[in-house]
């Protein structure tokens, strides 16, 4: 630290920096600058060997006549103390010893010398300069009046020892406040999976409290104990790490019987990973049973690392620190008081790496009562009864609804299950496959990006991006016409029925159970299809009949080829693009492609039981055949998400391409995509919008109210979005309509849930 791009410790040797001095003074001599011209009082001389200021082999800047009487203080104008580096180390020392480097470093320019080691030694090589004329006493004295001025301009001529009654308080008072804004920004949830437990009542005065606190690592009441105490009037059970066994049973039936909501805090343990940080297996065997048995929150104070320990459990909170500051904000998230802002800083597990959190929701788009944004809010609960309506018709089991107005979430909410067995209650954090809601979310995203930056043009063909299909009737294909569906491909291709045998199971030619080199490409759980397949599949697109140019048929077979242009162009697969791009920057959390890689399975809705190819219930693995066998990224079906993500997607669109301190796209290349861009269809390039007749239409496409600036995108397995610009509107709807028969359920569409919903969020539009 300190010296910048080098490859060497000064301690040890001398460091090179080869760059030339424009590259200097454009860069790193650049805050000396502006730090002189605002008076500074003084400044170290690093041991540097920079060859553009001092070519002179193994001489330091710190002893460089070069480097302090002409760069830094002729040249930059500098008139402070000058003080050495240490001149005991290793990068000055190995080439001047003896003292030499002291009388070198005062012959260079320098008012002070720091740790020269044998000073007797020091002072006869400096005698010597002076005799041999290579140092002048006028130099001395020089060097004498700064320091007597220094000493003078802060009070040290006339010394007064300073009082230092209360100092350390006195030089701490901001102190505390500063640890309580650390702790509560750094608090990391990394698993929730029961919301309840992170918004906890206190009610002290219960008599029969319904919550308990497990201290593990503790033989005496902490500060987060006392607070659960006196907080909740829970019951506290301790647990060190030098108890046996014999107590596990009889705490977890107690617990058991007794309270309806624990919390696990893991305390005590220290932070060298020699003997698992200290922490013993017989309280890991106890938080794991609680854990299992119970509706149960874990708090880990302390190094992360030993999060590894915990990385089953359902609830999870990472809180770095085991001191009462920590402890109080931890106690603060519980009761719902204050958000988690964290993302760990390392991995520690499969489950959790590095980056993982689930940041709450409302510091990227607050949610607000809905008359702040000019909604009623009366008017948007009739959303609920549409939403119970389509689960007891059977449409689907589960969905989420979100409604943003002005950037800000006006209505937000989760119903039923995530399957007709009713195990699992669908949350607002829920993941759902996104079907052709990719189409925008992902591949268009990208095209527009790389239009922007004028790597593609629309007005090209697919053959001047994608050398492999010159020679066919695709090549000509133009970008323009592909975007609005109208380039003449077939609308899909059943991949999956030459790999299939006649019971629709899965032929050993083309798929294996296990994966190896040539079977890489993984379409479930266990099944993984033969590598070389891809490459027949994109023959197959090539070799598909091609129908009238400038038809409108939309075709998933559009955004496959597009998803190749993103990537033959960006160099990247389009899901670590739209990542790098988009995903990561606008801190989405949910949002990917093959969701299994990087978010637990309870948190991902289920698809379709698929009877014939994969033969499993989908969960994780894309619903599509076709973006399976590309292996789960392709441009027309794959990504998953929740339903906050895609708003914020939504969102920035809306706002222009901006979010969060960040340009993502421009409003011009936003305006552009969005707008209609054909006479024969209703699309935008990428983009679905509002039928142009929807006023005289007797089904309204999405809805009758929507404006013509709207856009968005409707998906195969129960999912939309729309965005509409007159009114700065995001409407997003996720459901898992294909669970668990597939396509063959239409009730979703039959009921019109998704044009009903919408249409209630304009009704009520405060006019």
């Known amino acids: 630290p300190g010296h910048g791009d080098v490859s060497v410790d000064s301690h040890y040797d001398l460091p090179v920096i080869k760059k030339s001095l424009p590259q200097l003074d454009s860069l790193e001599l650049y805050p000396f600058r502006e730090i002189f011209k605002a008076g500074i009082g003084s400044v170290m001389m690093a041991h540097l060997f920079i060859p553009a200021v001092d070519s002179t082999q193994n001489r330091a800047t710190s002893i460089s006549p070069n480097a302090v009487k002409k760069l830094m203080r002729s ?108 702790a509560e920004n750094a608090l990391t949830i990394l698993r929730k999976e029961n919301t309840e437990l992170f918004n906890l009542t206190s009610d002290a005065k219960n008599s029969s409290p319904d919550i308990a606190y497990v201290g593990i690592g503790l033989s005496t009441d902490n500060a987060f104990a006392k607070k659960m105490r006196t907080d909740y009037n829970a019951g506290v059970f301790l647990f060190n790490y030098k108890q046996d066994a014999g107590r596990i049973l009889s705490i977890i039936e107690l617990i058991k019987t007794k309270f309806k909501k624990v919390v696990i805090g893991i305390h005590g343990f220290n932070r060298t990973p020699a003997n698992n940080f200290g922490i013993s297996k017989i309280a890991i065997e106890l938080v794991k049973q609680i854990q ?118 006006a209505y937000e909410k989760a119903f039923g299950h995530y399957n007709y067995d009713n195990k699992e209650l669908v949350t607002t954090e829920s993941v759902y496959d996104m079907a052709s809601v990719t189409k925008i979310c992902a591949t268009t ?61 899965p032929i050993a030619t083309y798929y294996n159970t296990q994966k190896s080199d040539s079977f890489g490409v993984k379409v479930a759980e266990n099944l993984f299809m033969r590598n070389s397949w891809k490459d027949t599949m994109y023959q197959r697109i090539l070799q598909s009949p091609l129908t009238a140019i400038n038809k409108y048929v939309y075709s998933d077979n559009d955004f496959i080829f597009l998803a190749k242009v993103v990537e033959a162009v960006s160099g990247l697969p389009l899901d670590e693009y739209v990542k790098n791009e988009f995903y990561t920057p ?89 707008a209609y861009h054909s006479n024969i269809s209703r699309r935008g390039f990428g983009f679905d919008k509002p039928e142009k007749d929807n006023a005289t239409r007797p089904e309204p496409y999405p809805s009758i109210s929507v404006s013509p600036l709207t856009f968005g995108h409707t998906g195969f397995t129960g999912t939309c979005a729309w965005a509409d610009p007159a009114h700065n509107l995001t409407f997003v709807f996720l459901s898992n309509r294909v669970t668990p028969e597939g396509g063959s359920n239409t009730k979703l569409y039959k009921l019109n849930v998704r044009t009903t919903i919408q249409e209630i969020i304009y009704e009520a539009l405060i006019k």
């Open 75 to 182: 040249d930059i104008g500098y008139n402070g103390l000058t003080f050495t580096d240490a001149l005991e180390m290793q990068g000055v020392k190995k080439y001047f010893p003896n003292g030499e480097a002291s009388a070198q470093s005062l012959i260079a320019g320098n008012d002070m010398l720091c740790l020269p080691g044998d000073v007797a030694l020091s002072i006869e090589k400096i005698k010597e300069a002076i005799r041999d004329k290579k140092l002048s006493w006028q130099d001395i004295e020089l060097h004498c009046k700064r320091v007597l001025m220094a000493k003078y301009q802060y009070g040290v001529s006339h010394f007064t020892p300073i009082n230092t009654t209360n100092i350390t308080a006195d030089l701490n008072k901001d102190i505390p406040a500063m640890k309580k804004l650390v």
């Open 445 to 505: 995203l990208a095209v527009m990006k790389l239009y922007e930056e004028g790597k593609i043009d629309l007005k090209k063909t697919l053959g001047d991006y994608l050398p492999w299909t010159k020679g066919t009737n695709k090549a000509p294909l133009v970008l323009e016409k592909i975007l609005l569906h109208q380039a003449g491909l077939v609308p899909y291709i059943p991949f999956n029925k030459e790999t299939i045998d006649a019971a629709g199971n």
């Open 586 to 674: 606008l801190q989405l959390t949910s949002t990917g492609f093959k969701p299994r890689e990087h978010l637990p399975l309870n948190r991902i809705a289920p698809s379709e039981n698929e009877p014939i190819f994969r033969k499993q219930l989908l969960r994780g693995n894309v619903h599509d055949p076709g973006s399976a066998m590309f292996g789960s990224v392709a441009g027309h079906a794959g990504l998953f998400s929740d339903a906050y993500d895609i708003a914020i997607i939504m969102q920035m669109l809306l706002n222009g391409g901006y979010f969060n301190g960040k340009q993502y796209l421009n409003k011009e290349t936003i305006d552009y995509f969005t």
């Open 292 to 409: 299992e048995q119970c509706n149960c929150v874990t708090l880990v104070f302390g190094n992360p690392y030993a999060i590894k320990n915990f990385c089953g459990a359902k609830n999870l909170v990472a809180c770095y620190e085991d001191d009462p500051y920590t402890q109080q904000a931890a106690i603060d998230l519980l009761q719902g008081k204050i958000t988690a802002k964290g993302k760990l800083p390392v991995t520690v597990c499969t489950e959790y790496k590095f980056g993982s959190g689930i940041v709450a929701s409302d510091l990227l788009l607050p949610k607000v009562k809905a008359e702040e944004v000019g909604l009623s809010e009366e008017k948007l609960s009739a959303i609920d009864a549409v939403a119970n309506n389509a689960i007891a018709q059977g449409a689907t089991p589960g969905c989420v609804v979100l409604v943003v107005k002005n950037g800000k979430i």
